[in-house]
């Protein structure tokens, strides 16, 4: 299995936004919850927010909702993030995961595999 591919990250001024693509492979990709998720420097890599395979559901992080939007297109097989009103607390390596279980929506860490390389978002104050 192909792993995703990660794109979009950069260095952004606070308030700045960003729009972060997930480009899967397989035809499968339209069966699965896919997540992003995120690791800052010495922390532990932590849930940022996810999407059920028909996009009918998703869900944030109390610490980016309301700024960033997950959105999905399963005709290209690409998951996207926009993150608006950036801090610098929003610094970090972002990944996309897809969920272990196809039609089955969860949010936590370790039910999510299949990682890409990451891309790196950095906010400054």
């Known amino acids: 299995q192909v792993q995703p591919v990660e794109s979009g990250g950069g260095l952004v001024q606070a308030g700045g936004s960003l729009r972060l693509s997930c480009a899967a492979s397989?035809?499968?990709?339209?069966?699965?919850?896919m997540g992003w998720f995120r690791q800052a420097p010495g922390k532990e890599r932590e849930f940022v927010a996810a999407i059920s395979w028909s996009d009918a559901r998703t869900h944030y992080a109390d610490s980016v909702k309301g700024r960033f939007t997950i959105s999905r297109d399963n005709a290209k097989s690409t998951m996207y993030l926009q993150m608006n009103s950036l801090k610098p607390e929003d610094t970090a390596v972002y990944y996309c995961g897809r969920h272990r279980l196809s039609w089955y929506f969860s949010v936590e860490l370790k039910d999510f595999g299949s990682w890409g390389q990451g891309t790196q978002v950095t906010v400054s104050s």
């Open positions: 397989g035809r499968t990709f339209s069966t699965y919850t």
